[in-house]
């Protein structure tokens, strides 16, 4: 009977170029997993990163655009709503009080009177003014005309797609609708005669006429000041004749039927700073440093940036749109 011995095992070293799995090892070779990380890291191309940067780009000017639209459409609603709130707590307590300058001529900005058109189903305080700042708060009657009531051609501006849109429907009246104005001399009503569209910065609405009349002004067509719609009412009811006159202010007042051409520089300013705070905002993020002290850090300023540009531009858009 033969016997087997086993051999002993033998230790193979691996060979060079390899590691101890079989695999190849050294300086210029490194695991799959390891490549497919290395790659991954890779730098983009120089195309994939100008394509990067546009969709960055477009993707916060729909962003801006947004909140632009918002503040134009909504908070301005908001705010002109707040506003005419106060004018008409203003106007009913001026009502119990005895006449004075400030009451028969009011400052710019302050309650003329109450306006309904119940056509429309619009009722609002009408302010002294027709800038930008007064038609945000309602519409404006314009400081060189009669007060309305008074002898002769009153003319009133008013906003038709942003801050309330008060005059939005201007152009549904038709001839016989009555407009009714309250002010501290009396109530006073006028009937439609006719609508018009004239030329933006047309002096016809502000024309001296022969009848006791009310001229109510808004841009046309909504969204877009190119031309202005005026439609004209006749008083038909007793109004202040020249026995009982009210002072007016200074006549030579022109329709301001332009934004605030100043504010192109606040506007600038406040955009050039919101870029800035955008790139340093997504410099953070990309570098991640810290996302939660940088979304508390960067948001609240964004914001205030955005506000501030949004306000600066909406300065600028005429007071009739």
């Not at 429907?169 to 009937?191: A, M, S, W």
């Amino acid at each position: 009977m033969s016997s087997v011995v086993d051999d002993p095992p033998q230790v193979i070293a691996p060979a060079a170029g390899t590691d101890g799995a079989g695999g190849p090892s050294g300086p210029e070779w490194s695991p799959p997993a390891r490549r497919a990380r290395t790659a991954h890291r890779r730098r983009p191309s120089h195309r994939q990163q100008v394509l990067r940067s546009v969709v960055f780009g477009l993707f916060i000017a729909g962003l801006l655009a947004g909140a632009f639209l918002a503040y134009e459409f909504w908070i301005s609603s908001i705010s002109q709503s707040r506003a005419q709130a106060v004018l008409l707590d203003r106007f009913r307590h001026s009502l119990t009080q005895p006449d004075s300058h400030t009451y028969l001529v009011p400052p710019k900005g302050d309650p003329v009177g109450v306006i309904e058109i119940p056509a429309i189903g619009l009722e609002q305080v009408i302010v002294q003014g027709i800038g930008s700042t007064q038609t945000k708060l309602g519409p404006g009657h314009d400081p060189s005309t009669p007060l309305p009531g008074q002898t002769g051609n009153v003319v009133v501006l008013g906003r038709r797609t942003t801050y309330g849109a008060p005059f939005h429907h201007l152009n549904g009246l038709r001839t016989g609708d009555p407009i009714i104005v309250t002010t501290r001399q009396g109530q006073f009503e006028y009937k439609v005669i006719g609508a018009a569209v004239v030329s933006l910065g047309s002096t016809v609405p502000i024309h001296v006429t022969t009848d006791d009349r009310l001229t109510l002004v808004t841009s046309s067509p909504p969204y877009f000041a190119h031309s202005e719609l005026i439609v004209a009412a006749k008083l038909t009811t007793p109004g202040l004749q020249d026995s009982w006159p009210l002072p007016t202010w200074p006549a030579g007042t022109k329709l301001a039927l332009t934004g605030d051409t100043v504010s192109w520089g606040s506007a600038l300013l406040w955009g050039e700073l919101l870029i800035v705070a955008i790139v340093i905002t997504w410099m953070l993020y990309r570098r991640r440093w810290y996302p939660a002290a940088t979304y508390l850090m960067t948001t609240p300023v964004l914001i205030a940036l955005t506000f501030l540009l949004c306000s600066s531009i909406d300065r600028m858009l005429p007071p009739s749109l």
